[in-house]
């Protein structure tokens, strides 16, 4: 077998953001993405992202973590050109930042008869600037590569469904979509690809018991795995994913499916 059969994404370097927790959406993009053979580059607001680091090298993976606030222009621009020192080059790029910050709630109104302004800023700043500004600062790199994978990691809570409460966060979320469609138009004749995937109820170590029984309540009958997110990713950024541009992977167990929720199978 073929090197290159074995390891695809060999010679590929794979920037993923929010990567700090032992059993979320980005550490496990970024684990699955190097057992390919790509080298990572993981970026989270804490130091804990060091440790992610220390876990993917013992299992063989050329990795260097990042501590930055990715809202902040600058921080975006000296991650990215720390990347590029650093591998020379930036392949695949992951926006998974975003949710909330470790120290801080789950849910920052119940309503939008409460919602702060403040927190809704911040909310479009985590979610959505964060993924604009990586995005912007990554894309001149591939241009000059003629070829790039940007994946978003968006959510069914704003593209494809809502629930009550946490307008901001459905806002962002909506708004990764419409800039994943725009941004592929733009660069679609430069070798790049721009996907969102839109994760339903996911078991990751912060997922509340509220959220476990949503998932319960799925067509599956369960939540889904960071795993089974992270092969959505690995899909996206294979180099034969090149004419695949645009679009969104929806990975929620079928359900957005039904219209009927008094089904049952």
């Not at 699955?32 to 080298?39: E, N, V």
């Not at 621009?77 to 926006?95: E, F, L």
């Not at 911040?122 to 959505?128: D, E, I, S």
């Amino acid at each position: 077998m073929l090197a290159s059969e074995t390891f695809p994404l060999r010679t590929r370097v794979a920037l993923v953001t929010g990567a700090g927790s032992p059993t979320g959406i980005g550490f496990a993009s970024a684990r699955a993405l190097g057992q390919q053979g790509a080298a990572i580059a993981l970026v989270s607001t804490t130091d804990r992202i060091h440790r992610r680091a220390d876990e993917l090298q013992e299992k063989g993976i050329q990795v260097t973590g990042f501590v930055a606030d990715l809202t902040e222009p600058m921080a975006v621009q000296r991650i990215v050109q720390a990347v590029r020192t650093a591998y020379s080059r930036i392949d695949i790029c992951i926006n998974n930042a975003g949710m909330t910050v470790v120290t801080e709630p789950e849910q920052l109104a119940s309503s939008i008869d409460d919602l702060a302004l403040a927190d809704w800023e911040m909310t479009l700043a985590r979610n959505l600037t964060t993924c604009f500004l990586v995005t912007r600062a990554v894309v001149p790199w591939m241009r000059l590569q003629k070829f790039g994978r940007i994946i978003n990691i968006a959510s069914t809570s704003g593209p494809v469904q809502a629930f009550v409460g946490d307008p901001a966060y459905h806002a962002a979320k909506a708004g990764m979509w419409g800039f994943t469609r725009a941004v592929a138009l733009e660069t679609a004749a430069e070798g790049i690809t721009v996907n969102a995937i839109a994760p339903g109820w996911i078991a990751t170590g912060s997922q509340l018991e509220s959220e476990k029984l949503a998932g319960d309540l799925t067509p599956m009958k369960r939540s889904g795995s960071p795993e089974e997110v992270a092969h959505a990713v690995r899909f996206l950024a294979h180099p034969e994913a090149s004419y695949i541009t645009g679009q969104l992977i929806v990975v929620d167990g079928g359900n957005s499916v039904p219209e009927d929720r008094n089904w049952r199978p």
